[in-house]
């Protein structure tokens, strides 16, 4: 079950994070795997990780926001089965102090990079006769996040073009869903408390692992699995449906 042999698979944001647990999970179940990340080097260090392994890999350097580079990066991938738009950045404020730049920031890369991406890849999809998109939302699309204005917009808007591409490609053969996750520990959070509270990590890690109601952090190995199954063909009755992965935050956290 879940073999993905024979498939060509685009990650966007797969060279660190829950974007490398997909990879690195997608290559080990057949998969050719094609890393987009504006980091060069973190596509590089993941393609080695795969390769040595076995599996096959290729690193983009690529801005998602950019929909030029994008065009001219699927152009170099060929043949798409599968794309998951990962590629994301966090912001921390509320409306009345979030800066039009940082704002506009977040919607390019978060809201934007999605968009072109589906923009150059659905019709690569509707040719080869179909194939799957997955999203990356986040817990922020469904409740509200303390500081996550900016943020929280740009997971909402995936949720609801996750929904609009669903509906609109149902008879192209096109499942396209999203995933919801919680706080997952990435070095992303690990950089985060580290630069914000120097000398409190541990009781800080401590605290943001306990505000899930199951007591702890996802693990990126978790979230990938969830994508795995929902690109594989064992999958393929669900469609237009958000997944959350998030030690029952949103349903159990009152």
Known sequence: MFKLTNKSVIITGGGSGIGKAMAVLFA?????????????????????????????????????????????TFAKVGKIDILINNAGIAHIGRADNTSTEDFERVFNVNVKGAYNCLYVAIPALKTNGGGVILNTASIAASVGITDRFAYSM???????????????????????????????????VDGFIAKNYAGREDEIFEKLSKSQPI????????VA??????????????????????????????
Request: net charge negative.
């Open 28 to 72: 080990q179940q057949g998969a050719e795997v094609h890393i987009i990340e504006l980091n060069d080097q973190a596509a590089a260090d993941t393609v080695s990780e795969i390769t040595a392994a076995g599996g096959k890999a290729t690193g983009y350097a690529c801005d998602v926001s950019k929909q030029q580079q994008v065009i001219d």
């Open 215 to 222: 007591g702890r952090m996802g693990k990126p190995e978790e």
């Open 154 to 188: 740009s997971k909402g808007a995936i949720h609801a073009m996750t929904l609009s591409v669903a509906r609109d490609y149902l008879h192209d053969n096109i499942r396209c869903n999203c995933i919801s996750p919680a706080r997952v520990h990435t070095p992303f």
């Open 225 to 254: 699995a969830l994508a795995l199954y929902l690109c594989s063909d064992e999958a393929g009755f669900i469609t237009g449906t958000d997944y959350p992965i998030d030690g029952g935050f949103i349903t159990l956290n009152n």
